[in-house]
């Protein structure tokens, strides 16, 4: 043997430049990158399979089934991939070599990939090379739609400057436009940047919710069981922006039906001052009361003597006393004695009169009234543990 080396094969050389690519990439390696790409020896489109677990390169069609180990990793190009990273310095090296900018090898476009990744600078980049602002994901949605933490509201901000079509809805059974989106994980300020910038406040999706119904559910974080501000603040905002607060979904089921399943008093507050109507009922005939007698033994965090106050002021309908839960018996019995039409005593007999007269008015007359606080407080249903 005269010990000199095998030649390396076509194909062996191909996977040396491909592995030296990756690792430009990742280390942001831009010079060694170029070099690379000067010399010709692969494609600047080439697709890489790399480890993906959070999904952020990939996006797939609602209703298909995957093995495990299909959404363990992705596919995607050297854009994708510099995204991905942060890298500024690879991505222009990329683009002043033709990179394909709208590509989607794994369902999702470099710029879909940027605003997942909050990274505002490529942002900029993808648009100042011509990314498309509407383009969709395989999974159907639009760049403004992965716009959906506080950190990636700048990025949805620049593509609606320049151009982002802020109507435009998935392209799936959902069918939500960003408003929709913004309103589901309480972005209060991207909410009114939206507004300000022609979003319909009363869009419906595919299940005929409006944002503001939207915004009403997912106010309560369910693991936590505990209630969202920023959710409250962009029903209030949306409220003030004129969005009908009766408006129903393919259930029937209006915003405050929403607020009462939370047993959310402050949203409940909230729409029966806007004019919300305490008796509509949904498609299986219940009113918001009936929705909060469900809920309130899971709702820890709830108060829902506060809600049957709130909702009885504003005219809300006698219920039928074997749909009360045992768990409150005592204040319920409570409750029922006080919509009946027999009351204990003269001083329940008077309010029963001036309740029956004022009707969904209570909330409204009552506390302009000249009478004592703890007189107005007792016509009001004022809650002390059972209702007297």
């Known amino acids: 043997m005269d010990g000199t080396a095998a030649p390396i094969t076509k194909s062996a050389a191909a996977k040396l430049v491909k592995r030296n690519f990756l690792e430009a990439l990742k280390s942001n390696d831009f010079g060694k990158l170029k070099a690379i790409l000067i010399q010709r020896e692969i494609d600047v489109d080439t697709v890489f399979e790399v480890e993906d677990e959070n999904l952020v390169l990939a996006s797939y069609k609602q209703g ?5 180990y299909k959404l363990k990793s992705s596919w995607a190009t050297g854009l994708h991939l510099s995204v991905l990273f942060g890298h500024v310095e690879c991505l222009l090296v990329l683009l002043d070599h033709n990179a394909t900018i709208n590509c989607r090898p794994n369902g999702k476009t470099p710029l879909h990939v940027a605003c997942e990744m909050a990274n505002l600078d490529c ?3 993808l648009c100042d090379r011509g990314a498309k602002l509407n383009c969709y994901s395989l999974s159907g949605h639009t760049a403004l739609h992965f716009c959906t933490t ?5 990025c949805a901000k620049q593509l609606v400057w320049r151009g982002a079509n802020v109507n435009m809805k998935t392209n799936n059974q959902d069918e939500e436009t960003p408003l929709h989106t913004a309103a589901h994980f309480g972005l209060p ?3 009114a940047f939206y507004v300000e910038h022609g ?3 009363d869009s419906v999706n595919a ?3 409006t944002p503001l119904a939207v915004a009403t559910y997912w106010a309560l974080r369910f693991k936590e069981q505990e209630y969202s501000r920023e959710h409250h603040l962009i029903c209030r905002m949306l409220l003030d922006y ?5 408006t129903r979904d393919d259930d029937f089921k209006t915003p405050l039906h929403k607020a009462a399943w939370n047993c959310d008093h402050v949203l ?4 029966l001052e806007a004019g919300a109507e305490a008796n509509l009922m949904d498609i299986g005939g219940c009113a918001a009361i009936q929705y909060v007698l469900k809920v309130t033994s899971v709702r820890p965090a709830a108060q829902p003597e506060i809600c049957y106050q709130l909702l009885l002021n504003h005219g809300a309908a006698r219920i039928y006393p074997p749909q009360f839960h045992k768990r409150y018996w005592d204040f319920y019995h409570s409750l029922f004695t006080v919509c009946s039409n027999s009351p204990r005593t003269l001083v329940h007999l008077s309010r029963c009169a001036i309740r029956r007269t004022l009707h969904s008015r209570c909330h409204r007359v009552i506390p302009s009234l000249s009478l004592p606080l703890s007189l107005k407080k007792y016509l009001l249903l004022e809650p002390e543990g059972i209702i007297y």
């Open 64 to 68: 298909y089934w995957l093995p495990s």
């Open 123 to 125: 942002v900029k980049i």
């Open 150 to 154: 506080p950190s990636s509201i700048l």
């Open 189 to 191: 300020e991207l909410v």
């Open 199 to 201: 979003a319909l406040v």
């Open 207 to 209: 299940h005929m919710e």
């Open 242 to 246: 004129e969005a009908e607060v009766n």
């Open 268 to 271: 409940m507050h909230m729409m």
